[in-house]
């Protein structure tokens, strides 16, 4: 028994050691200063190391990349990882992420990101958070016409997508097949639109809806109102209007709200804000037609509503983190 220990306690003094090194060299070449972000939380600390909340990876590591990786998970308490289309050039670079079983965030970019990808995620089963975005060496290629794939990863709750190639008509309906997902998100796609939302809200157990720079309309914000769970709602456009937020005041579960970039809103949007029962967070913005009379009327009529507005000091007075859900 003596001598098998003695092999175990080599063998985690091995793992130790190649973890510490990985960890390193990937700050040493991040220019990012905050590039790892260890956990605070002593529970999760083993062999007197932190956990590491997140990790981000922009630089091409070479041939050695997989072994860094594997290195890295080896004590199974990587919980993030953010990682740019650089520093995952070769196929086998992207198959070495999809082996880190104790990733919580996962966030990819770049070209590599296709919808053949979503199966090799599979072995993620703890995975909770899921991003697939563009970079500056490409759209991503992913077109949704595989996202029920995900549907393997049983704690996935959130899902959002930035900057596709293209969206295929049959994604939303994708999307409603990944049975534990309660948010998704979706921006800089033109081609998702009202038909896309109402496919979206054929199920009723949406806790969080993000629609930038994409196709929707007022007609969006009347499917969304009927929802009985969404909390949390961002949308932009020049389609939103006044017309739009009286719809979705008639939500009964919203609690918050990002309209800043909604162009074509005034005062009456914000009276409508008013009737919102829930509503306890709203960020807007000067770039538009409401003026600060109508945002001092919202805030005497709802005196415990958290507003981020010029006309209001919620912001200097309760920090920007309370604005951040």
């Known amino acids: 028994m003596t001598k098998v220990r003695a092999v175990d306690d080599e063998a985690i003094a091995e793992q130790v050691r190649r973890y510490d090194a990985a960890c390193e060299l990937f700050a040493r070449t991040e220019e990012y200063k905050y590039a790892i972000e260890f956990s605070d939380d002593q529970s999760k600390s083993r062999y007197k190391r932190r956990a590491i909340v997140s990790i981000s990876l922009t630089h091409d590591y070479g041939p050695s990349f997989p072994q860094l990786v594997a290195d890295l998970a080896a004590l199974e308490f990587i919980e993030g990882m953010h990682v740019g289309s650089e520093a995952m050039p070769r196929a086998e670079d992207l198959d070495a992420i999809c082996k880190v079983t104790s990733l919580l965030d996962l966030r990819l970019s770049g070209p590599r990101i296709t919808d053949d990808l979503l199966e090799k995620l599979s072995p993620l089963v703890n995975l909770r958070y899921f991003v697939a975005c563009s970079s500056t060496s490409g759209p991503c290629p992913l077109t949704g016409k595989t996202l029920s794939k995900l549907d393997a990863l049983p704690k996935l709750e959130s899902l959002f997508l930035d900057g596709l190639k293209q969206w295929s008509p049959d994604a939303a309906a994708e999307v409603c097949r990944i049975r ?62 006044d017309a739009g937020i009286k719809l979705l005041a008639a939500s ?34 000067d770039q538009n037609k409401i003026t600060p009379a109508a945002v001092k009327r919202l805030a005497k009529k709802k005196p415990k509503l958290l507003i981020q507005h010029p006309a209001i000091d919620h912001w200097r007075t309760y920090g920007g983190n309370a604005f951040f859900d």
């Open 180 to 241: 534990s997902l309660r948010r998704f998100g979706i921006i800089r796609m033109p081609t998702f639109t009202d038909a896309d939302v109402a496919v979206l809200v054929q199920r009723k157990d949406w806790r969080r809806f993000d629609f930038g720079v994409c196709g929707v309309t007022n007609e969006s914000l009347r499917l969304v109102a009927e929802l009985p769970h969404l909390a949390h709602f961002e949308v932009d456009g020049e389609c939103i209007t």
């Open 252 to 285: 009964q579960s919203l609690e918050f709200l990002d309209l800043r970039f909604c162009p074509n809103l005034g005062d009456e949007a914000v009276d409508a804000l008013a009737e919102m029962r829930k509503l306890r967070t709203v960020r807007l913005h």
